[in-house]
């Protein structure tokens, strides 16, 4: 059974970190290329970071660069989101995403560019 799994969510801070894990099961992530995504109440669902498939190769949204960054362990099947200098407008449910095209056809921002999705992890940042 195909699966990703996020965690590593939670309440923190203003300022403070968190760092997000997305576990793939039923695959290797080896080969896929791997998105992030957030959706906070009441506003779509909006892309925040992409790596390549051998993890040479991020893109950020410019809400997020520079404080997020993204790596990949594929030999521990694993994907993580460094997310550094949290603001409240970060607080969303994240969800990572494997792509299922090359992001130059659709771009990595589009959510048709992804096949699975993780249930999400929620993240909250507030005093």
């Known amino acids: 059974q195909l699966q990703l799994v996020e965690s590593g969510g939670g309440l923190v801070q203003p300022g403070g970190s968190l760092r997000l894990s997305c576990a793939a099961s039923?695959?290797?992530?080896?080969?896929?290329?791997i998105g992030w995504f957030r959706q906070a109440p009441g506003k779509e669902r909006e892309a925040v970071s992409y790596i390549s498939s051998l993890g040479g190769s991020t893109s950020y949204a410019h809400s997020v660069k520079g404080r997020f960054t993204m790596a990949r362990d594929n030999a521990k099947n694993t994907v993580f989101l460094q997310m550094n200098s949290l603001e409240p407008e970060d607080t969303a449910v994240y969800y990572c995403?494997?792509?299922?095209?090359?992001?130059?056809?659709?771009?990595?921002?589009?959510?048709?560019?992804?096949?699975?999705w993780g249930q999400g992890t929620q993240v909250t940042v507030s005093s």
């Open positions: 039923g695959f290797t992530l080896d080969g896929y290329a």
């Open positions: 995403a494997r792509a299922h095209r090359p992001s130059y056809a659709l771009g990595w921002t589009n959510i048709l560019t992804y096949d699975y």
